[in-house]
């Protein structure tokens, strides 16, 4: 018997093979006849009554029914021919008459009655609207809770007949589920907590009935499995509720009203099974074309698939266009009623921005459906439409209510949540916004959620920024950093499939623009990267092959605002020459911009573009292309200050003592109060200005102070320009007395004060940080403290001055080739032409040359000094330090060793000293000289009377010793050349007596290969005469042939003869065989064959390689070769294992020799052999004409030139087996 499928023989999945034509007609109410014959009680006849035809008032007929006393069945046939056409409140109305005619004994009609009323109001409260009306009061609405209510009292009353009735525990169940329904969700609970709300209280009190009616029916009542399923999925406990549908399928494969396949189906769908649901949704569709709930099902199906693809995936529109025209279409034209179809049709209209088609259908969806989320569904495209409309309360109490309807709090409906949110943005009520996104974001990583999230702390940094507040932000700025890259992550989850968010990008680059410009610059990046693979094909230029020049030309279609700040990060970053090349094609951006005309200011990104692209020409040394831009700029906009300034601060590089102050004045008085142009003017003056020891004649202090007290008193740069005056102003005062320190050491608290109040304006402010890094070093002699932070401030502020400050404190602590370097990397920041860092390479030189008495490193520093003065001649104490510098070179001269210089170092020494005597004198005669006048005189005369002569007496001494040392010199060099002339000499005598070594040998190996040959030549001729001393003249052909030898007598020795002789020929022929193919084509050698030995005294031996004939030409060593062969020959012992092995067993005997390893055989018993051939020739004669003579070890005429066919070489080696047998038997005879 087959196994039965679904309850049935060959049943197919799902009822697949059951016929469907009358399967699947409506069986809902197809019992009710279509007339009904009532008995009369007075007359013998009966009364007919049309039950397709019903009158609108009942009256008539339930008085007839009770004058009758018709039975129980009549009034509920009648009833139910009622609610067949859909009038269940006459229904309702007749059982309710034929329950108050019944008597009161008739318990069980009237159970019956009160179940079918029961029903009846159940199936009145799917109908019913789950709230009223829009419009309407609720008194005057009769709800789902009315009709449950009433059910309730129905099931109340027949619980008070029967409370055992089976039929009640089904209606219970359902009263249980539908109650629930309407109950709001449970809230969350903690783990391990019993659940003890009033809708999972109905659910488990209506899984409790369903259990009881099915065991009242035996198992039988599917429709109590049915209840317990729909009870299952409603507690969430969903691969439960699959096997109850499953259990339903099986018993009743062709039920489809209801259908459990579509119960199946949605608990597949909740166990993330999605094909596996459209599968079962299909069926039912297949089995009832008309299904409403299969049709609707199927679109959700298709509508969760195209949300899966972005917009402009051609797969989003037709799995879009699927599921609304083709299943929620179809399902809204079933039913215009039916609530989830009114939902999924209302998001339609709503992107199609037809507001009072969603309304309408959002009111139905809420007002009629009993599912808790169809109803969160309704709110949803309510608070939408509102939302589109711009109406944020509205919106927000309609999200709320969608949020409530699908359980509120750590439950809920998260797009509500978020709508409710965006709602709250909206109304400013940031702080709420953000305290719901936290709350969301910790039950669920949802990226929108983060993103909003993010982006309401980045503005709220943002705002802090352009508003100059002073509170710290940055927790809020890693919160924000934290979050959207918390969203980054999420887009490399390809099954998420999270469409990239530039929002996401561009909020994240201008957060990490002050700390991390690398990253905000990767990420300006990758918006670049998305905005290029969206740019449209007609966009694209087609001949261009070069990957590179064709992105530059795909960026002209990019925003140019991108394009721009990338031109600055990569400024930032050093990078000049892309910096350019990026701000030029951002350019080119703005010319296309405006020809697409699309609104956007253009003229004033082209200024700003412009001035920063004059900037990159500056930092590339362009000044002259820098100074065009800027020229042109202010050509269009006279007014534009930026621009007039920078070409205001190239004059004053370019000519600081003649342009460069007319320009500057210029501006000055043409916008005085630009703070910018100020901070300007104040430079002009640190540069330009006179030290004097008053601070308050000071003319930038005084500028300085003007800007505090009449502009801004928080202006930055000025209070850190007054920190560097005082800064200076301390390190020149006096320190002899201790009043004196007092005064320098308030001086410096004073510095600090301005750079202290400049960091709390800006605690960014690496110039600030700076000074109070330099008073440190001044004040407190804090060098340690002092490195930290220049290191630092060197790792933000790229400026000459850190460096140099750097290159300060590392001479100081007397590490002086850290100092150059960070001197070196000063000068290199374009100033090339800074006097001040000049000379102060200068003077670390010359403290690297003293510390170590390096006149190379004094030389140096010599060149910077003049290199200084060269730069600014009218620098007076510049002039000192170079003379300096030649004083203390002539010092060192004469303190070195002689040794360690020459008499031109000294000489140069004595130069350099008249040139510091003659500039001392001179300083010491000007207005305002460095140092006192005296000192200066004093170092004149100390060089005019005491170093120069010491000089002279130096060069003299040096002269001298370098005479000496030239003549040792020259000795020592004729000494050493002489001793390598003969170290090359023996050398070269070793190289020739090797050669002769090696040629002597070269010729002794040729003249020993000569004798080889002709050794050679002399065996071959021996071995041909051998050869032909053995033939002799057959007597029947006459031709020559080999002479026969006899064999010895005994039946065993022909066998091992015979043995032997056939190992030996065959060993042989596979010699020679590949002897003659290795000289195929060759005219063959002659051969020398040796006679082969068997030795008493040999050892046995398991290796072949001892019993291998070697040919004599192979070997160098004829005869003692031949003994060494021979001498390895294990002959004797396996003749006595011969012997014991035939005493034993004849068949095995046989079998073993021919298995033996090749013999060799004994010149000594040739004789005998001779004399066996001649006995047995006899008995061979008859064979031999017919069978060709065996070829033995030893013989010449071998396979080598007497080849056989593999045939005939078989039938030879049968013969010699049948000959030895023979051999074998006459033995034993």
Same mark, same amino acid.
């Given at each position: 018997m087959a196994l039965l499928e679904n309850g049935y023989t060959n049943g197919g999945t799902n009822g697949v093979a059951f016929p469907t034509d009358t399967a699947l007609a409506n069986v809902r109410f197809s019992d009710i006849p279509s007339a009904i014959d009532i008995p009369a009680s007075t007359f013998d006849s009966e009364v007919e009554i049309s039950l397709e035809e019903l009158p609108d008032d009942p009256t008539e007929l339930c008085t007839l029914l009770d004058n009758e006393k018709a039975a129980k069945n009549f009034w509920v046939i009648i009833a139910l021919a009622y609610a067949k056409q859909n009038q269940i409140d006459h229904a309702i109305e007749i059982l309710n008459r034929g329950l108050a005619s019944l008597d009161q004994g008739v318990i069980k009609e009237k159970l019956g009655l009160l179940g079918w009323i029961c029903w009846l109001y159940l199936l009145k409260a799917r109908q019913a609207p789950r709230i009223a009306p829009d419009g309407q009061l609720y008194s005057e609405v009769k709800t789902k809770d009315f009709y449950l209510q009433s059910a309730t009292t129905a099931l109340n009353e027949a619980g008070r007949l029967n409370p055992a009735f089976p039929p009640l525990f089904l209606?219970?169940?359902?009263?249980?589920?539908?109650?629930?329904?309407?109950?709001?969700?449970?809230?969350?609970?903690?783990?391990?907590?019993?659940?003890?709300?009033?809708?999972?209280?109905?659910?488990?009190?209506?899984?409790?009935?369903?259990?009881?009616?099915?065991?009242?029916?035996?198992?039988?009542?599917?429709?109590?499995?049915?209840?317990?399923?729909?009870?299952?999925?409603?507690?969430?406990?969903?691969?439960?509720?699959?096997?109850?549908?499953?259990?339903?399928?099986?018993?009743?494969?062709?039920?489809?009203?209801?259908?459990?396949?579509?119960?199946?189906?949605?608990?597949?769908?909740?166990?993330?099974?999605?094909?596996?649901?459209?599968?079962?949704?299909?069926?039912?569709?297949?089995?009832?074309?008309?299904?409403?709930?299969?049709?609707?099902?199927?679109?959700?199906?298709?509508?969760?698939?195209?949300?899966?693809?972005?917009?402009?995936?051609?797969?989003?529109?037709?799995?879009?266009?699927?599921?609304?025209?083709?299943?929620?279409?179809?399902?809204?034209?079933?039913?215009?009623?039916?609530?989830?179809?009114?939902?999924?049709?209302?998001?339609?209209?709503?992107?199609?921005?037809?507001?009072?088609?969603?309304?309408?259908?959002?009111?139905?969806?809420?007002?009629?459906?009993?599912?808790?989320?169809?109803?969160?569904?309704?709110?949803?495209?309510?608070?939408?439409?509102?939302?589109?409309?711009?109406?944020?309360?509205?919106?927000?109490?309609?999200?709320?209510?969608?949020?409530?309807?699908?359980?509120?709090?750590?439950?809920?409906?998260?797009?509500?949540?978020?709508?409710?949110?965006?709602?709250?943005?909206?109304?400013?009520?940031?702080?709420?916004?953000?305290?719901?996104?936290?709350?969301?974001?910790?039950?669920?990583?949802?990226?929108?959620?983060?993103?909003?999230?993010?982006?309401?702390?980045?503005?709220?940094?943002?705002?802090?920024?352009?508003?100059?507040?002073?509170?710290?932000?940055?927790?809020?700025?890693?919160?924000?950093?934290?979050?959207?890259?918390?969203?980054?992550?999420?887009?490399?989850?390809?099954?998420?499939?999270?469409?990239? !968010? &530039?929002?996401?990008?561009?909020? %994240?680059? =201008?957060?990490?623009?002050?700390? /991390?410009?690398?990253?905000? #610059?990767? @990420?300006?990046?990758?918006?670049?990267?998305?905005?290029?693979?969206?740019?449209?094909?007609?966009?694209?230029?087609?001949?261009?092959? !070069? &990957?590179?020049?064709?992105?530059? %030309?795909? =960026?002209?279609?990019?925003?140019? /605002?991108?394009?721009?700040? #990338?031109? @600055?990060?990569?400024?930032?970053?050093?990078?000049?020459?892309?910096?350019?090349?990026?701000?030029?094609?951002?350019?080119?951006?703005?010319?296309?911009?405006?020809?697409?005309?699309?609104?956007?200011?253009?003229?004033?990104?082209?200024?700003?573009?412009?001035?920063?692209?004059?900037?990159?020409?500056?930092?590339?040394?362009?000044?002259?292309?820098?100074?065009?831009?800027?020229?042109?700029?202010?050509?269009?906009?006279?007014?534009?200050?930026?621009?007039?300034?920078?070409?205001?601060?190239?004059?004053?590089?370019?000519?600081?003592?003649?342009?460069?102050?007319?320009?500057?004045?210029?501006?000055?008085?043409?916008?005085?109060?630009?703070?910018?142009?100020?901070?300007?003017?104040?430079?002009?003056?640190?540069?330009?200005?006179?030290?004097?020891?008053?601070?308050?004649?000071?003319?930038?202090?005084?500028?300085?102070?003007?800007?505090?007290?009449?502009?801004?008193?928080?202006?930055?740069?000025?209070?850190?320009?007054?920190?560097?005056?005082?800064?200076?102003?301390?390190?020149?005062?006096?320190?002899?007395?201790?009043?004196?320190?007092?005064?320098?050491r308030k001086i410096y608290e004073k510095a600090v004060e301005f750079f202290d109040k400049a960091l709390q304006l800006d605690p960014k402010n690496a110039y600030a940080a700076q000074g109070v890094a330099i008073a440190l070093v001044d004040d407190k002699k804090d060098f340690a403290n002092a490195v930290q932070i220049f290191s630092k401030i060197r790792d933000t502020l790229r400026d000459a001055s850190v460096y140099l400050n750097l290159g300060h404190v590392y001479a100081e602590l007397r590490q002086f080739t850290k100092s150059i370097e960070n001197y070196e990397t000063a000068l290199s920041k374009d100033r090339q032409r800074d006097a001040q860092i000049l000379a102060c390479l200068g003077r670390v030189w010359l403290l690297k040359g003293k510390q170590e008495t390096n006149l190379v490193a004094m030389k140096t520093a010599l060149d910077y000094a003049e290199r200084a003065l060269s730069v600014a001649p009218e620098q007076i104490h510049l002039e000192f330090n170079m003379a300096f510098v030649q004083n203390q070179i002539a010092l060192l001269v004469m303190a070195l060793p002689e040794t360690q210089r020459t008499a031109q170092d000294v000489q140069d020494a004595a130069d350099g000293l008249d040139k510091a005597i003659e500039t001392f004198s001179k300083i010491a005669k000007a207005k305002n000289p460095p140092y006192p006048r005296g000192a200066l005189e004093q170092r004149a005369n100390m060089g005019k009377n005491t170093i120069s002569r010491q000089l002279e007496r130096t060069l003299q001494s040096q002269k001298e010793y370098e005479e000496k040392n030239a003549t040792k010199l020259q000795h020592a060099r004729e000494v050493r050349e002489a001793e390598m002339k003969r170290r090359e000499a023996e050398r070269r005598k070793k190289e020739e007596a090797e050669m002769e070594r090696k040629r002597q040998i070269a010729e002794d190996r040729l003249r020993m290969v000569e004798e080889a040959q002709q050794l050679a030549e002399q065996r071959v001729a021996e071995e041909r005469a051998r050869e032909e001393a053995e033939l002799m003249t057959d007597t029947e052909t006459g031709d020559k042939v080999k002479r026969k030898k006899k064999t010895a007598a005994g039946g065993k020795r022909k066998k091992k003869d015979a043995d032997d002789s056939r190992k030996s020929r065959d060993r042989s022929s596979e010699a020679d065989s590949d002897v003659g193919d290795s000289d195929a084509g060759e005219e063959p050698a002659p051969r020398k064959r040796r006679r082969l030995e068997r030795r008493s005294t040999a050892k046995s031996n398991k290796y072949k390689s001892s019993e291998i004939v070697v040919e004599s030409e192979s070997e160098e060593g004829g005869e003692e070769g031949e003994v060494a062969g021979a001498a390895g020959s294990p002959a004797e012992e396996r003749d006595e294992e011969m012997r014991d092995v035939e005493e034993e067993d004849e068949d095995t005997l046989v079998q073993r020799r021919r298995k033996k390893i090749h013999r060799v055989i004994d010149e000594d018993e040739e004789e005998e052999e001779e004399e066996e051939e001649e006995e047995g020739g006899a008995a061979e004669a008859g064979g031999a004409a017919s069978t060709p003579a065996a070829p033995e070890a030893g013989d010449e005429d071998d396979d080598l030139f007497n080849e056989k066919s593999s045939d005939e070489q078989e039938k030879l080696n049968s013969n010699e087996d049948a000959e030895m047998k023979d051999k074998d038997n006459e033995d034993e005879e």
């Open positions: 209606a219970r169940g359902v009263l249980s589920v539908l109650r629930a329904s309407l109950q709001p969700p449970a809230k969350t609970i903690r783990p391990g907590a019993v659940d003890t709300s009033e809708r999972v209280e109905s659910l488990r009190q209506a899984l409790k009935c369903f259990d009881e009616s099915s065991k009242a029916f035996g198992g039988r009542n599917v429709m109590a499995t049915l209840g317990r399923a729909r009870a299952l999925y409603m507690l969430g406990r969903y691969s439960e509720a699959l096997e109850s549908y499953q259990e339903v399928l099986v018993k009743m494969p062709n039920l489809k009203d209801p259908d459990p396949r579509i119960g199946l189906g949605c608990c597949l769908w909740q166990l993330d099974f999605k094909e596996q649901a459209k599968t079962a949704w299909t069926r039912a569709l297949a089995l009832n074309p008309n299904s409403k709930v299969a049709n609707i099902l199927l679109g959700v199906y298709y509508l969760f698939e195209s949300s899966r693809y972005p917009t402009s995936d051609p797969a989003f529109g037709s799995l879009y266009k699927t599921a609304m025209t083709q299943y929620t279409q179809r399902a809204f034209k079933l039913d215009k009623e039916y609530p989830i179809t009114c939902a999924m049709f209302g998001g339609f209209f709503l992107l199609r921005k037809t507001f009072s088609t969603v309304e309408a259908l959002a009111r139905k969806a809420i007002e009629l459906t009993d599912v808790n989320a169809i109803a969160s569904d309704g709110w949803y495209l309510l608070a939408r439409k509102e939302h589109f409309e711009g109406e944020p309360p509205r919106a927000s109490e309609y999200y709320n209510k969608s949020d409530q309807a699908r359980g509120g709090a750590d439950k809920g409906y998260l797009p509500a949540k978020f709508g409710a949110v965006q709602m709250q943005v909206k109304m400013q009520d940031l702080d709420g916004a953000k305290f719901r996104l936290d709350k969301v974001i910790q039950q669920t990583k949802n990226p929108e959620s983060m993103t909003l999230l993010g982006a309401l702390y980045a503005e709220e940094v943002f705002a802090a920024q352009s508003s100059g507040s002073k509170e710290d932000k940055s927790a809020e700025t890693k919160k924000a950093i934290s979050l959207l890259e918390s969203v980054l992550a999420t887009w490399k989850d390809e099954k998420k499939r999270i469409l990239p !968010d &530039e929002s996401v990008l561009l909020y %994240l680059a =201008r957060l990490y623009e002050g700390a /991390q410009p690398d990253k905000s #610059m990767q @990420c300006l990046q990758q918006v670049e990267k998305m905005q290029l693979s969206q740019v449209p094909d007609e966009d694209r230029p087609e001949d261009v092959e !070069d &990957e590179e020049a064709m992105t530059n %030309l795909l =960026r002209e279609t990019l925003a140019p /605002q991108l394009l721009n700040n #990338m031109g @600055c990060f990569l400024y930032q970053a050093e990078k000049i020459e892309q910096a350019r090349s990026m701000l030029q094609t951002a350019l080119n951006a703005c010319v296309k911009s405006r020809e697409k005309e699309d609104g956007t200011d253009t003229d004033a990104l082209v200024t700003t573009i412009s001035y920063n692209l004059a900037r990159t020409y500056e930092a590339a040394g362009l000044q002259d292309e820098a100074k065009k831009v800027y020229e042109g700029l202010l050509e269009r906009h006279s007014d534009y200050t930026e621009a007039n300034a920078r070409l205001t601060y190239l004059a004053l590089r370019d000519s600081p003592t003649a342009e460069g102050p007319k320009k500057m004045a210029k501006l000055y008085e043409a916008d005085s109060t630009n703070l910018e142009v100020r901070s300007l003017f104040g430079w002009y003056l640190s540069k330009s200005k006179r030290r004097v020891a008053n601070i308050a004649e000071d003319h930038e202090q005084r500028h300085y102070k003007h800007t505090l007290l009449g502009h801004d008193k928080h202006d930055r740069y000025a209070l850190t320009g007054m920190g560097n005056i005082y800064l200076l102003s301390a390190r020149d005062m006096r320190r002899d007395t201790d009043s004196d320190k007092e005064r320098r």
